[in-house]
């Protein structure tokens, strides 16, 4: 793998959603890395580089789904937020909630950008493609 | 021959008449002392106390003839006529007589008085009315009976009605639920046969290709039966407040949404004045886009022209949408708003029959009836009511 693909952190529990995302990923334009960890408790372990996460590397970009086991994507959200070295990493939250409390309360804990799944493969793939373009290509991230 | 006027026949005299009156009256007559010792009795009395001459009676008082009690109280009473002057009328009094049977009379008796106008006792003429008490009471204990067979029967059916209340919310409630959690592994399906088909559509062979295809098909199909079972159940879950609202804001609303398939079909929509109405705004305009939507869709080799007018009839709004689309046969006019009933192949009209009972149920918790009227080959008219609003007072 090259030194200079881009790293991306998916938190997702269930294994056919991380598949399709990775599946996604795989046909995008960007060389790029996606690892996958599957409950909020791994996905902060990862993050801070702890237990078997001791030689992870930093994401340039995390996508989050919010229900999880042990401890859910939002709490997960407020703690990288709240982290002053974790809290520059763009937070995408990936998930199939569209309730209003889950959007409005996304936003309020710094979520960058707030996506609903969408139900059909085509425009999946689609929504993978534009968080590619816009997050690891369009938009200027501090180094 | 009757003479004009009342005359006594000539033979009778005041103590004849009085003879016969106390002789043949059914009734029970009485004339008592001050001690209320009887003077004279008619012959029912008599009989009634098994006297065979009322003669035998004279001297004897109440208390030899029936129970204490009610001797009692009929000396009482006779005791104070004596006293005051003022009769007792039409007084309802149970006799118990010796033998114990019991007697309902209704009483009245006044003050008898010498030529000097000074009490010396009374008189007083009880009829039985034994037979028109049990009557009442029978029709009063009938009265009650039903009165009671009444409220246990309006007690069940509340009782069924609510049953079937929360019977009927469980299912909704089930039906959200199950929509809602079975969306998540069918995802999983149609999205992984959608990537199969991607991948390896023209890569196997003629057979996988088709059963891939019957496979995504199938899941879409699912998909879409999901989706509008989803949105048939917030209906009731999730609907909003009835509020003051434009009919016409709902049905522009619905016209919006449907313009692609207008453009598509070059159908002409002509909107009439739509009335104030109490009602959910998206639940409406969901009710007129399914409703406009079924009349493009269900179009035949004619531009669709569809009509969307109201009017008030008897304390309500009559809306229709009218089409000149294929129509329908009167066999399946109230068929058609039954969930999941569809009258065309899918190849022909795609669709998974549940707008209309959308449609149904939308109308059912606005308070209104939808109906069609409908010809094969003369298009169709769908009708719905919702109540005016009443008019409060300026």
Redesign the interface.
């Known amino acids: 793998m090259n030194s200079k693909a881009i790293e991306i952190l998916l938190v997702e529990d269930?294994p056919?959603?991380a598949r399709?995302t990775r599946?996604a990923f795989k046909d995008g334009r960007l060389l790029n890395n996606l690892s996958v960890v599957g409950d909020g408790v791994e996905a902060l372990a990862y993050l801070r580089q702890q237990g078997q996460y001791r030689n992870s590397t930093r994401p340039d970009l995390i996508l989050l789904d919010l229900n999880l086991p042990k401890k859910d994507g939002r709490e997960v959200l407020e703690e990288i937020k709240a982290d002053e070295h974790l809290k520059r990493i763009p937070v995408v939250v990936l998930t199939?909630s569209s309730a209003q409390e889950d959007v409005a309360r996304a936003y309020g804990s710094h979520a960058n950008c707030y996506i609903t799944?969408p139900?059909?493969?085509?425009q999946?793939l689609r929504v993978a493609q534009s968080i590619e373009s816009f997050w690891l290509s369009l938009v200027k991230l501090p180094s | 021959m009757a003479s004009k006027g009342a005359s006594r026949p000539e033979t009778a005299t005041d103590q004849e008449l009085l003879e016969v009156f106390l002789q043949h009256i059914p009734d029970d007559i009485y004339f008592k002392d001050r001690d209320s010792r009887f003077v004279r009795i008619s012959r029912a009395l008599a009989t009634r106390f098994g006297l065979s001459d009322p003669a035998d009676a004279v001297g004897k008082s109440d208390f030899d003839m029936f129970t204490a009690e009610h001797a009692e109280q009929a000396f009482a009473d006779e005791q104070e006529i004596i006293r005051t002057g003022r009769p007792v009328v039409a007084k309802e009094e149970k006799e118990t007589w010796p033998d114990g049977h019991e007697t309902w009379a209704s009483t009245t008796k006044v003050p008898l008085r010498d030529r000097l106008g000074k009490i010396v006792g009374t008189v007083g003429i009880s009829r039985d009315v034994t037979e028109r008490r049990r009557a009442q009471h029978e029709l009063h204990e009938y009265k009650k009976h039903l009165e009671e067979l009444v409220a246990a029967r309006t007690a069940e059916l509340t009782r069924a009605n609510n049953a079937l209340a929360s019977s009927n919310a469980e299912l909704e409630k089930f039906a959200y639920v199950a929509s809602h959690d079975l969306q998540e592994p069918l995802r999983m399906v149609a999205s992984y046969t959608q990537l199969l088909a991607r991948r390896y559509q023209g890569k196997l062979d003629a057979d996988a290709d088709e059963f891939i295809a019957f496979a995504v098909d199938g899941a879409s199909r699912m998909q879409q039966l999901i989706q509008d079972l989803l949105s048939y159940s917030r209906l009731a879950t999730q609907g909003q407040q009835l509020e003051l609202i434009e009919s016409q804001v709902a049905c522009n609303t619905a016209v919006m949404d449907l313009r692609l398939s207008i453009e598509d079909s070059g159908a002409v929509v002509n909107i009439g004045t739509l009335p104030t109405v109490r009602a959910d705004p998206a639940q409406l305009a969901q009710l007129f886009l399914n409703l406009i939507g079924n009349a493009i869709k269900y179009r035949n080799e004619h531009t669709p022209e569809i009509q969307v007018a109201a009017r008030a009839e008897s304390g309500r709004w009559v809306f229709s949408v009218q089409d000149n689309g294929i129509g329908i046969d009167s066999r399946y006019h109230s068929r058609i708003f039954e969930m999941f009933q569809r009258l065309h192949p899918r190849e022909k009209y795609s669709g998974t029959g549940i707008g209309l009972a959308i449609c149904k149920k939308i109308v059912d918790r606005h308070g209104g009836r939808i109906w069609v009227e409908s010809r094969p080959g003369h298009g169709s008219t769908f009708l719905f009511t919702i109540p005016q609003i009443e008019r409060t007072a300026e």
Do not use: A, P, W
């Open positions: 269930n056919g959603d399709l599946e199939t799944k139900v059909d493969l085509d999946f």
